[in-house]
């Protein structure tokens, strides 16, 4: 089975950027859609967005200004940019693969990364 | 966006009892629609996909029904290894998750 792994920085100041990378191995990153999904503190499972390996993306209406997805498959790895941060963002991010098989109706998150703690704060 | 409300956020029960968690799709999803169960350091784990289909490998206690806008998932007899938080997902546009049911033993 395929294996996630985010990375990038653990601690981002209110008002900037934050900037993660995932990174596929064990398997190809063609033919599939990759997602981020966020979960703060005390709170549910959020999706963010999702990216084909053709570029193409989907983002959650609630975050839509804010983010921007791109995938690299020369790295099998794709990243997630959320502008503007504040102590609201702050969460735990997986990567996340969804996994989609029409013949059995079998469609769901099949591979997730550990996930990373991003904290928003001065 | 189609918006789901899970239903309660928390509940608490004994070892044995039969649990019942409800989902309600903001519009019609057909059977799109997974449930999964969230461990603290682990990554979530489907336990029932199409509404109504048991992941392979899935204790037989576990089941989902429901189609359209609501949707029901049973624990027939709780066990304490079921203590987690348990989500309801719908993929009939993009992906969207219920707030969430933390379970606990009473």
């Known amino acids: 089975q395929v294996q996630l792994q985010e990375s990038g920085p653990g601690l981002v100041k209110p008002s900037e950027t934050l900037s993660l990378t995932c990174t596929v191995s064990g398997g190809s990153i063609n033919n599939s859609y990759w997602s981020w999904i966020r979960q703060s503190a005390g709170k549910g499972l959020e999706w963010i967005g999702r990216i084909y390996t053709s570029g193409a993306t989907n983002y959650n209406p609630s975050l839509k200004s804010r983010v921007t997805m791109s995938v690299d498959t020369s790295k099998n790895q794709f990243s997630l940019r959320l502008t503007s941060v504040t102590a609201a963002d702050t969460a735990v991010y997986y990567c996340?693969?969804?996994?989609?098989?029409?013949?059995?109706?079998?469609?769901?998150?099949?591979?997730w990364g550990q996930g990373i703690l991003v904290t928003v704060s001065s | 966006d189609i918006h789901m409300t899970q239903s309660p956020p928390s509940l608490s029960a004994s070892v044995g009892d039969r649990v019942t968690i409800t989902c309600r799709a903001s519009?019609?999803?057909?059977?799109?629609l997974n449930w999964y169960q969230h461990k603290a350091g682990k990554a979530p784990k489907l336990l029932i996909y199409d509404a109504s289909n048991l992941e392979a490998g899935v204790p037989s206690r576990f089941s989902g029904s429901g189609s359209g806008t609501e949707f029901t998932f049973t624990i027939r007899s709780l066990q304490p290894e079921d203590i987690a938080t348990y989500y309801c997902?719908?993929?009939?546009?993009?992906?969207?998750f219920g707030q969430g049911t933390k379970l606990e033993i009473k």
């Open positions: 996340v693969r969804w996994s989609s098989n029409g013949y059995y109706r079998k469609h769901y998150f099949d591979s």
């Open positions: 997902q719908q993929y009939e546009n993009l992906y969207s």
């Open positions: 519009q019609s999803i057909t059977t799109y």
